[in-house]
């Protein structure tokens, strides 16, 4: 990876979606330090966000360059994905708020959200978040490196990465993708989410409807055994999943719960149309106060999925289930 992503590259243009589909963790490791070098060499802020077990040998990597003292090179934030990208829908406004932060300078960002061990569920959230990411940030001075591990990663994730990102990192060298195709990526990743059996149901008609919905959720987390703070996080995403549907569609929303394995889930069912696919996903600010409510419940949950069709949308919240202490807890 000499040179970085290449001087003329990032001259012509504003932000380059690059992926690498390495081999081995050395592979891995010696790429993002050069990428990382190249960048922070340029004056360019750079964040680096991926799991933990990564970020720690990427810390020790950086901490034992020659005249680092020990610390990081300055400019360097590091994070680990599995917070701020636990939700693949939350980490758009992760990016964006970055460039955000240094409008006069170019950003580079490495990332693995689709990291091994994720569900099937969440690397179609993680496909989808790359193929809106293309768009969301076209214009942005910034720079992407999205790593997936090629040897761990199931083939279908793999393509997914291919026809996601324009360009693609191959022995040393930035190529186009001959597979780069992401409009077709978002029709797969927009599949039908079935109806849940025997899940506890509330339909909410008119803004009436909102605090006793709230109470019809709280209830039933309390029935599971959701703590404290999941009940608080459930009420504010029901209440918002059921918001946005009463400003943007003229027909009921129906409100569903039920247990997931470790996750409770909160679903909202309308006829509305979900036309702008980046709502919700990147912050909104003050003078945007329509789509904050989809960008809370991205915030809060841990992983969100959506199905829109011209009849109906219906949008998934999931949350960690974690039960309340017991009377001895």
């Known amino acids: 990876m000499t040179g970085g992503l290449g001087e003329t590259e990032t001259q012509q243009r504003a932000f380059v979606h690059s992926a690498l589909l390495y081999r081995s963790q050395q592979e891995c490791l010696d790429a993002v330090v050069r990428f ?8 360019e802020a750079v964040l680096v966000a991926v799991p933990g077990d ?17 610390g ?7 994070a680990d994905i599995a917070d701020v990208g636990r939700n693949p829908s939350r980490f758009m406004a992760v990016e964006g708020s970055f460039a955000g932060e240094h409008p006069d300078r170019r950003v580079r960002i490495v990332s693995q959200l689709a990291w091994p061990g994720r569900t099937a569920d969440e690397f179609v959230a993680c496909i989808e978040h790359e193929a809106l990411v293309n768009g969301a940030l076209e214009g942005h001075q910034a720079t992407g490196l999205c790593l997936y591990d090629a040897g761990r990663l199931d083939e279908p994730v793999l393509a997914g990465a291919r026809a996601t990102h324009p360009v693609l990192w191959n022995c040393g060298e930035l190529q186009p993708s001959a597979e780069y195709a992401p409009e077709d990526a978002l029709k797969r990743c927009n599949q039908p989410l079935a109806v849940k059996p025997g899940a ?5 008609r008119e803004s009436s409807d909102l605090r006793p919905a709230r109470s019809f959720a709280v209830d039933y ?6 703590s404290q703070d999941g009940i ?8 918002e999943l059921a918001s946005n549907s009463l400003m943007y569609t003229d027909g009921a929303c129906r409100l569903a719960f039920w247990r997931d394995e470790g996750y409770l889930v909160c679903e ?7 036309d702008d696919r980046l709502v919700g996903r990147l912050d909104p600010g003050p003078d945007g106060p329509a789509s904050r409510g989809l960008f809370l419940v991205n915030a809060i949950s841990d992983l969100v999925r959506t199905h829109t069709t011209p009849t109906g949308t219906t949008i998934q919240a999931y ?4 039960p309340s202490p017991g009377p001895n807890g």
């Open 36 to 43: 990382v070098l190249d960048g922070l060499a340029g004056d």
């Open 54 to 70: 990564k970020l720690a040998v990427l810390r020790d990597a950086f901490q034992a360059l020659p005249g680092s003292g020990g």
């Open 72 to 78: 990081l090179p300055q400019g360097l934030r590091l």
């Open 200 to 204: 506890a149901t509330y339909t909410v």
């Open 221 to 226: 987390a309390g029935r599971v055994g959701l």
């Open 232 to 239: 608080e996080d459930l009420q504010l995403v029901a209440t």
């Open 268 to 274: 909202a069912r309308d006829t509305g149309r979900l």
């Open 319 to 322: 949350l960690r289930f974690d």
